[in-house]
């Protein structure tokens, strides 16, 4: 009796510890980084990390873009951009997964910005056009709520060149982010049909 008591006392003390762990606030950090070059050239990098899990990724042109998954260090899966592509191609057909990442963002209860920096540089080779965007950056940082940050740095060279780098911290809570998503996902679920592929010439009427 005294071991199934003990069983017990240790089951029930591990299913609040998972519990705790689940609803208790935890950060998430994200940071991207580009680059323009006025030949043409680009170069697109971005990272996120949550707990052991890391996710990274980077795109630069003329080199084929690729995405890395680490667990505790670790790179546990790698995939290239065009695959991923095609991946998301088959979710939407059930899910519209640039909706679903919005309301996992945007829902209070589920995640909340803590900190959202941005340093844009740029200038144009139209040196109006850089005073325009300029104008257009302050008046929407001025606009936007403490959390997030923007701060435009033009240059008034006449040359088109820009880079940008971003930082956010987001207060989540694991436990209401898994069942929020999960109402989201059988609530929204539906079957689109693949689209067909073209026909050489019209159907009659």
Same mark, same amino acid.
């Given at each position: 009796?005294?071991?199934a ?11 609040? !510890?998972?519990? !705790?762990?689940l609803?208790l606030?935890?950060?998430?950090r994200?940071?991207v ?6 030949? +043409? ?5 971005? /990272? ?18 690729v995405?890395? !998954? ?6 546990v ?6 695959? !991923? ?20 963002v ?24 850089? +005073?325009k965007?300029? +104008?257009?950056?302050?008046?929407? +940082?001025?606009a ?5 940050s ?11 060149? /820009? ?16 069942l929020?998503?999960?109402w ?22």
């Amino acid at each position: 009796m005294d071991t199934a008591l003990t069983v017990v006392a240790l089951l029930s003390v591990a299913l609040a !510890l998972i519990a !705790l762990a689940l609803f208790l606030p935890v950060r998430w950090r994200l940071t991207v980084q580009g680059r323009g070059e006025p030949d +043409g050239a680009w170069v697109l990098a971005g /990272g996120t990390s949550f707990g052991p899990l890391a996710l990274s990724g980077v795109g630069a042109r003329g080199v084929p873009g690729v995405v890395q !998954l680490h667990l505790f260090g670790r790179r546990v899966w790698q995939r290239a951009l065009a695959r !991923l592509r095609s991946g998301y191609a088959r979710v939407a057909r059930f899910i519209d997964p640039i909706d679903f990442c919005v309301f996992v963002v945007t829902e209070p209860r589920h995640a909340r910005i803590e900190a959202l920096d941005c340093e844009v540089d740029f200038s144009f080779e139209d040196i109006i056009t850089t +005073g325009k965007l300029l +104008g257009a950056l302050y008046a929407l +940082g001025g606009a936007l709520p403490p959390p997030v940050s923007i701060r435009p740095n033009a240059s008034w060279e006449s040359l088109d060149r /820009g880079s940008l780098a971003l930082s956010a911290t987001v207060r989540v809570r694991p436990g209401l982010l898994a069942l929020g998503s999960l109402w989201y996902l059988v609530s929204h679920l539906e079957i689109r049909e693949r689209p067909r592929a073209a026909r050489g010439a019209a159907d009659p009427p």
